[in-house]
């Protein structure tokens, strides 16, 4: 079974509103990291949470991390069409070794 | 500066034959990794390589599966016998440094279609 995995699997909102993804995953872990894919593309990194953080912010990004329900969740504050990607989380359990598990991730589409 | 570069970008061939997907990292990172992307799904761990260490294979699907790094740079995955499962995309990525506090760069990956 997959180490993160994030809900809603997709989400459709209007420009201006903002919108909430969440992740959760089973083991423990040393960072969180959140990834963007628009299509056809590779993956972007966003923005990185170490588990002894329970909040970070980059420009209209929030993160939040909660260790002890093993979840995270990333809000997009006054969302633009150019945002309409797919979100993935990713961690780094120390049980995986050194490779990052990634989540089967969030389509987001931001409607003009 | 350059990021990292996949090549082909995309690649048809048929079932049964071999196929070699090559990933240049960037400059100076010592860890590169593979996944698997299938249509519409997450990333699926293949290999990682950190350096002159052993690569952590854990993830390769099976026997037709395997990679190598040359010279600590450019790494090529290859693919033999392909069957149609093994249509994906391929995404490699790299990380400067050893430790996961490092965010991976990703190319754009290699769209693999086995007809």
């Known amino acids: 079974s997959q180490q993160g995995e994030e809900d809603p699997q997709a989400l459709s909102i209007q420009e201006g509103e903002n919108a909430t993804m969440n992740c959760s995953y089973k083991t423990s872990i040393n960072n969180l990291q959140w990834y963007r894919q628009n299509s056809g593309r590779g993956l972007v990194h966003l923005i990185l949470?170490?588990?002894?953080?329970r909040e970070k912010h980059s420009g209209r990004l929030r993160v939040t991390l909660d260790t002890s329900k093993k979840s995270s969740s990333l809000l997009i504050t006054a969302s633009r069409a150019a945002d309409t990607a797919s979100y993935f989380c990713a961690t780094d359990a120390s049980n995986y070794g050194q490779n990052f598990v990634f989540g089967p991730g969030t389509r987001l589409s931001v409607l003009p | 500066g350059a990021g990292v570069s996949q090549s082909p970008s995309n690649k048809v061939t048929e079932k049964g034959k071999d196929v070699e997907l090559r990933c240049d990292p960037i400059?100076?990172?010592?860890?590169l990794y593979w996944y698997r992307q299938s249509l519409g799904q997450g990333l699926e761990f293949l290999i990682y390589f950190q350096g002159n260490s052993a690569p952590d294979k854990s993830g390769l699907p099976s026997d037709r599966f395997s990679a190598e790094r040359t010279g600590g740079s450019v790494s090529t995955l290859t693919i033999q016998r392909t069957q149609q499962e093994d249509s994906a995309v391929y995404l490699c990525?790299?990380?400067?440094?050893?430790?996961?506090?490092?965010?991976?760069?990703f190319g754009n990956g290699t769209r693999l279609t086995v007809t």
């Open positions: 400059s100076g990172h010592t860890a």
């Open positions: 949470i170490r588990s002894n953080e």
């Open positions: 990525a790299s990380s400067p440094n050893l430790g996961n506090n490092s965010p991976l760069h």
